[in-house]
């Protein structure tokens, strides 16, 4: 490649200097003001070791404090793990900051699509999109869920019935289930496209799974080689990865034509009065379609739609990995999910109404578990102007003066796991979310760690912890799909859980964790499956009856 590069380019000299330009261009601006910011004494090969990036900006964290600076040669990025800073950077002053390195990385895989647009782009699209996902949508996707989560359902009972009974059930990689489970999901309720991944491979599953694998690499790779002229063509890996982006859109670019072809005035009408149940695709794309405006192309559909196939599955199948792997630990929380699992299943798959039911899935051990192992465990930021960051829960009062084209990184996982914010922050213990507990120390500065569940919000989010606990983000650039996800995760829940018994193969160190896009098991979810014999549905309520909480639960005083 460099041979290649230096061929392209003429003299040997200049080739070497345009080559360490582009090499040190890499991702991350100059070191642009924060001179106040304590700077982190670290290496950038600390970054590259073995261990997960977001584990060593944690060790920094508790060294050097809630705003501080990795510097390397002329370039540096801040790193954030401080709610106060966090509300400023998504909330208070959210349109001063782009997605910079992040947008720059996924840029040649989602275009103008909403996670890496620039604002212009995305103040349009985000009022398109964001219509689209409404309660009637809902309603005809957890039904969907539920027959999705039926065929993993029966993969796992043929599995099951293959695999060895009297050794109590056969072991099988859940991370790996999942995965495919939320592809399945995410293909068919963004364009009504059944992958099929349960049960099959295709070249199109096969093509989605590289473009992932890419995006991830080039997430955590430090020099951006593949901008290299002529990389795509002699590194064997973005050869396959440029092959496997046409094959995508070649899919998605048909499914948009399609959609526009069979456009019939019935469904448009349906659509418009979100009447649902009369319609034969119920999906995204169709929605778009139907109800988009004149000006958007099929470029900037293709994008939205690549946007969310991405951003929607690997982050579920996440959560549904960590959420069984902490519960299999769990016994005394899986024993309340599986009651409530039992009580309002009452033998059929959760549907619109049952679903919101759930708050044992939905509410605390989702919730839980997205504390623990945060998907992303990173946001990214580029400042577009300057700013004044506060100087938050135990920084300088004074705040940090940065500059235009400041890198930041908001680290989630280092929120989430804050002992100082959370009590036992490494334990899984899904009740903390009815707890009160806030630092005596911040009072005044801020509003609270835990977040109380129920009441009107759907899951604990930021609102209710100020900014502590930001599982799909927030402010305006907070995730359009949270809702989706946290339904389809009940569901898969509910179903699998209710079927079958789950217990981890060998110890939880073994499962490792690795840094990708999402975090990521480092051996697999190995667990040993084996039917369940859920017990006989309980009896209706009688009519007129309040309905019975499964439950009750009080907050429980810190
Ligand atoms: C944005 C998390 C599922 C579509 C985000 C962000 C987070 C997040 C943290 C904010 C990123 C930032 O501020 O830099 C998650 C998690 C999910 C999930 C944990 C699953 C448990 C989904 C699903 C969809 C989706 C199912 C689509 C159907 C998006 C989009 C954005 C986004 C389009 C960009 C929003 C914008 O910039 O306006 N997600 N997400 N996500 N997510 Fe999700």
Redesign the pocket.
């Known amino acids: 490649l460099v041979y290649a590069y230096f061929r392209g380019k003429g003299n040997l000299t200049d080739g070497l200097s345009r080559l360490l330009t582009e090499i040190s261009q890499g991702y991350f601006q100059p070191d642009v003001g924060g001179k106040n910011i304590p700077v982190a004494q670290g290496e950038l090969s600390d970054l590259a070791g073995d261990q997960p990036l977001f584990k060593a900006l944690y060790q920094w964290f508790i060294e050097s404090g809630g705003v501080y600076k990795l510097v390397f040669g002329p370039k540096a990025f801040i790193v954030v793990s401080d709610p106060v800073v966090v509300r400023h950077l998504?909330k208070d002053n959210a349109f001063n900051y782009d997605?910079g390195v992040l947008a720059e990385i996924l840029e040649p895989i989602m275009g103008r699509g909403?996670?890496p647009a620039d604002l212009d782009t995305?103040r349009v699209r985000?009022r398109a999109v964001v219509p689209a996902f409404h309660r009637q949508y809902y309603d005809a996707m957890v039904t969907m869920f539920g027959r999705c989560a039926d065929r993993s359902s029966d993969k796992l009972q043929a599995l099951v019935e293959k695999g060895q009974v009297g050794l109590g059930g056969r072991v099988v990689d859940m991370e790996s289930e999942f995965l495919s489970l939320g592809l399945d999901i995410?293909g068919l309720?963004?364009f009504n496209y059944d992958f099929g991944s349960i049960t099959s491979e295709s070249p199109v599953i096969k093509a989605v799974y590289g473009v992932l694998k890419e995006a991830e690499h080039r997430s955590t790779f430090y020099l951006p080689y593949w901008n290299l002229p002529l990389a795509d063509v002699l590194v064997p890996r973005q050869a396959k990865f440029r092959r496997d982006l046409r094959v995508i859109n070649d899919c998605l670019d048909d499914l948009i034509r399609k959609a526009q072809e069979t456009r019939v005035e019935e469904d448009a009408e349906a659509l418009q009065n979100r009447d649902y149940s009369k319609l034969r695709d119920p999906s995204l794309l169709r929605f778009l379609v139907d109800m988009r405006g004149e000006d958007v192309t099929n470029k900037q559909l293709r994008d939205d739609l690549m946007?969310?196939l991405i951003?929607?599955h690997e982050?579920?199948a996440a959560?549904l990995t960590w959420a069984l792997y902490c519960l299999m630990q769990s016994p005394a929380a899986l024993e309340r999910v599986l009651r409530e699992v039992d009580g309002v299943e009452r033998g059929g798959n959760p549907q619109g109404e049952t679903v919101a039911d759930l708050e044992a899935c939905k509410g605390d051990p989702l919730g839980e578990s997205?504390r623990m192992y945060p998907?992303?465990p990173i946001?990214?930021r580029r400042a577009l102007g300057e700013d004044v960051l506060p100087g938050g829960l135990r920084g300088d009062p004074a705040g940090y003066p940065i500059g235009t084209g400041a890198d930041l990184f908001i680290s989630v996982w280092n929120l989430h796991r804050s002992p100082y914010l959370w009590k036992d922050p490494d334990t899984f213990r899904p009740d903390r979310f009815f707890e009160s507990y806030s630092n005596p120390d911040f009072e005044g500065k801020w509003a609270g760690a835990y977040a109380v569940s129920g009441g009107a919000a759907l899951y604990p989010n930021e609102v209710g912890s100020d900014f502590a606990f930001?599982?799909?983000?927030g402010g305006a650039?907070?995730?359009?799909?949270?809702q989706?996800?946290m339904f389809e995760?009940t569901v898969a829940l509910a179903v699998l859980l209710r079927r079958f018994s789950f217990a981890l193969e060998g110890p939880p160190e073994k499962v490792g964790m690795a840094t990708g896009a999402t975090i990521h098991t480092a051996n697999g979810l190995m667990v040993r499956v084996s039917r369940r014999t859920p017990p006989p549905p309980p009896p209706a309520p009688a009519a007129g009856s309040p309905r019975e909480e499964q439950l009750p639960r009080q907050p429980v005083a810190a």
């Open positions: 998504l997605k909403l996670i995305w985000r995410i309720g963004v946007t969310m951003a929607g982050t579920t959560v997205l998907q992303p946001l990214i930001i599982p799909f983000g650039r907070k995730c359009v799909g949270d989706f996800a995760a």
